[in-house]
């Protein structure tokens, strides 16, 4: 399997500050990765130094093989970026958003695709033509997602993407990176949230102040077990 | 189909921006005011002088025509000078709002017709018109900071900033664009109605692009200011209350500063302190014997020495030469407040290097001549038309010619610079 997404020995540092202290993983083609980790555990500073927003002070970040810095733009084509608390233009509608941001990324922002996505992620059709300011925390979630999705980036990063959903919404967005992921799609996913990434990740690293403290794998064809997964997040079992 | 290009697709969410908006309507309906008040002002001020040309020469030959000696003709025969307005002069009228552009003027003492005419248009004068330069100067630098200066802090603040910037990629952010886009509407917006203020007066187009470029130019400077300030990555709060102290400090502290220093430096007698040494001079010369009063003139017109012998009675050219006199004793503090203003306005110059809107205004009333220069060769063309009178008039006045009609056809007329 083609690796898409390495950090090796990777640190970080923000405002002088060491955050993310020789961090290595790497995801794999077709893979759904979850990084799991506590409030200022690192999880959105990994996804920002692989968007090239923050430059490694030592160790390696690669996207597609490449360092993002040696060509962003390329890194940057390559990814789909969901991030934290995605806020999309309050003044305009879902479709004036999607159209916005698709036409920023320079791809043809159509109709049919776009009704589709949103489909996809389950917004109302009568929400659709609405500002997103008169929108829910977890509606406006969806149009990000939806933005995600149409972007047919072959990697994904994906910070908390279900916050904000209500259960069914969730049931779906996982069964939606199933899909994507046996299309031959990577997923990089932050989440709090250890009963969804064991139902959805192949693969889930523990991060704990700047550090890969563990990681799990799913058994072939199997899920990875919720319970290790949730003793260790809590600190009782040194993963 | 193609892909929206980005101008386009900035060009839509600007349109969809409803405070980016509101600030170009604002600066549209600005200078749409400033522009019709100018060109109104200019009207209005073509309209008297047309009045007042049409009225000139048939007053004076209605004058001329009742008088039996040259005396009698001089003495209630008015001239009108006068300095039009120029074609662009609509945009910055500038010293056109306090100094007077035109004069009725006789063979009298002429320091005292100069300065005793009132400013035309005082209380406006003390307020200040609302003119195209005022708006494109000290108004527009307002709306660049108001139209720039949440693009980024603004997108930082909602959370949007690495979004926007992922999306884009590297080759096509899309700052520079918005940016270029909303400079672009405004410096439309406030050029467009100069544009057609320009070809409602028929100016031309050369002064018109020179006045668009100059403006445009202004902008941009304020946009670099605008920039430098985002690069201190501060709250767009914080941001705000920096350019707008920026915009104090330029477009009011530095002027204002430099008017007070460049008054205080560089004393200029006032007008009315002419007006009084002329007066007292011609006053005095009543109660003195008249051949007194005939040595400083003759002093000066050494060529009617032979004819400067005076009646016992009243005599027209002791009468005229005492008017001279009375120019002649207020020719230093003339000359002085003619250099004062000069330098006044040399200092000025200098100084406007520290404030982009004052530099960009004197421009604007340099190119529309209704700057300083502008007034100081208006009163030097027409003390150049007042020697030309006293020419014809002394000509016959001290050979003691008899006053002729056909001949008064003669005198010289005032023709404006421009
Ligand atoms: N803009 C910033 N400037 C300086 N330090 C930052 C900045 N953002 C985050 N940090 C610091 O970096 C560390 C990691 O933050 P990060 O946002 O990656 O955490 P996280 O794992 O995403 O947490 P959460 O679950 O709360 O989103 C924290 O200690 C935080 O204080
Ligand atoms: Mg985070």
């Known amino acids: 399997m083609k690796?898409?997404?390495?950090?090796r020995d990777l640190s970080v540092e923000r405002s002088g500050k060491r955050v993310l202290d020789g961090v290595s993983f790497s995801v794999t083609e077709g893979e759904v990765f979850a990084l799991l980790g506590g409030n200022g555990a690192g999880k959105s500073t990994t996804l920002l130094t692989f968007l090239g927003f923050l430059p490694p002070v030592s160790g390696l970040v690669q996207v597609n093989g490449k360092a993002p810095a040696e060509d962003i733009a390329a890194a940057r084509r390559a990814i789909a970026y969901l991030p934290e608390a995605a806020t999309l233009y309050g003044h305009l509608t879902a479709r004036e958003n999607l159209r916005y941001f698709l036409s920023l990324a320079r791809m043809r922002p159509q109709a049919e695709p776009i009704e589709a996505a949103l489909d996809q992620v389950s917004l109302q059709p009568d929400a659709r033509g609405r500002q997103l300011s008169s929108y829910s925390k977890g509606m406006?979630?969806?149009?990000?997602?939806?933005?995600?999705?149409?972007?047919?980036?072959?990697?994904?990063?994906?910070?908390?993407?279900?916050?904000?959903?209500?259960?069914?919404?969730?049931?779906?967005?996982?069964?939606?990176?199933?899909?994507?992921?046996g299309a031959g799609r990577s997923v990089l996913m932050v989440t709090h949230d250890v009963y969804g990434a064991c139902q959805v990740a192949g693969r889930i690293g523990l991060l704990r102040h700047g550090q890969m403290v563990g990681s799990f794998t799913a058994p072939a064809g199997g899920r990875i077990e919720t319970e290790a997964v949730h003793a260790a997040f809590a600190g009782?079992?040194?993963a | 189909m193609k892909r929206p290009s980005s101008l386009l697709r900035e060009a839509w969410l600007l349109s969809r921006d409803r405070a980016a908006i509101f600030w170009l309507a604002l600066a549209l309906a600005l200078s749409v005011f400033s522009v019709a008040s100018g060109v109104e002002e200019v009207r209005y001020q073509r309209g008297e002088l047309a009045k007042l040309i049409e009225l000139d020469e048939a007053d004076r030959n209605a004058e001329l025509a009742r008088q039996s000696d040259w005396g009698g003709a001089a003495y209630y025969a008015f001239h009108l000078t006068y300095d039009p307005p120029s074609d662009l002069s609509f945009a910055a009228l500038g010293q056109r709002e306090s100094a007077a552009w035109k004069h009725r003027i006789r063979m009298l003492s002429l320091e005292g017709q100069i300065h005793e005419a009132?400013?035309?248009?005082?209380?406006?004068?003390?307020?200040?018109?609302?003119?195209?330069?005022?708006?494109?100067?000290?108004?527009?630098p307002l709306l660049v900071i108001f139209l720039l200066y949440d693009l980024r802090s603004g997108e930082r603040?909602?959370?949007?900033?690495?979004?926007?910037?992922?999306?884009?990629?590297?080759?096509?952010s899309p700052w520079r664009m918005r940016a270029a886009m909303r400079i672009g509407a405004l410096a439309g917006c406030v050029l467009l109605p100069l544009g057609i203020g320009g070809s409602v007066m028929g100016a031309p187009v050369a002064g018109l692009?020179?006045?668009?470029?100059?403006?445009?130019?202004?902008?941009?400077?304020?946009?670099?200011?605008?920039?430098?300030?985002?690069?201190?990555?501060?709250a767009s709060t914080t941001q705000l209350s920096i350019l707008v102290g920026g915009w104090l400090l330029l477009a009011v502290l530095v002027p204002a500063t430099g008017r007070i220093l460049v008054e205080r430096a560089i004393p200029v007698p006032s007008g009315a302190e002419i007006l009084l040494a002329q007066r007292e001079a011609v006053n005095a010369a009543w109660d003195l014997p008249k051949e007194q009063t005939m040595i400083p003139f003759i002093e000066r017109h050494p060529e009617w020495a032979e004819h400067s012998q005076i009646d016992a009675g009243f005599d027209w050219k002791w009468y005229y030469a005492f008017q001279q006199v009375?120019?002649?004793?207020?020719?230093?503090?003339?000359?002085?407040?003619?250099?004062?203003?000069?330098?006044?306005?040399?200092?000025?110059?200098?100084?406007?290097?520290?404030?982009p809107p004052a530099f960009l205004e004197r421009y604007l009333q340099s190119l529309a001549g209704t700057d300083v220069r502008s007034v100081i060769a208006y009163e030097q063309s027409v003390r150049d038309f007042h020697a030309e009178l006293r020419s014809f008039y002394y000509a016959r006045l001290f050979p003691g010619q008899d006053f002729r009609i056909a001949e008064a056809a003669g005198l010289p007329e005032y023709s404006p610079a421009r």
């Open chain 1, 3 to 7: 690796t898409v997404l390495e950090a």
């Open chain 1, 140 to 181: 406006r979630q969806k149009v990000a997602i939806a933005l995600a999705l149409l972007r047919e980036a072959p990697i994904l990063l994906l910070d908390e993407p279900t916050s904000g959903l209500d259960p069914v919404a969730i049931d779906e967005f996982h069964g939606l990176i199933r899909l994507l992921a």
């Open chain 1, 236 to 238: 009782r079992v040194p």
């Open chain 2, 118 to 140: 009132d400013a035309p248009n005082p209380e406006l004068a003390l307020a200040g018109r609302i003119d195209f330069s005022f708006v494109a100067a000290y108004l527009a």
């Open chain 2, 157 to 172: 603040a909602a959370g949007r900033m690495e979004l926007l910037t992922a999306t884009a990629g590297r080759a096509e």
């Open chain 2, 209 to 234: 692009l020179l006045m668009s470029m100059a403006v445009v130019l202004h902008v941009l400077v304020w946009w670099a200011l605008v920039a430098l300030a985002d690069r201190l990555s501060v």
């Open chain 2, 326 to 355: 009375g120019d002649q004793s207020a020719e230093d503090i003339s000359a002085a407040y003619t250099r004062g203003r000069l330098k006044r306005d040399e200092a000025a110059r200098l100084s406007a290097w520290l404030s």
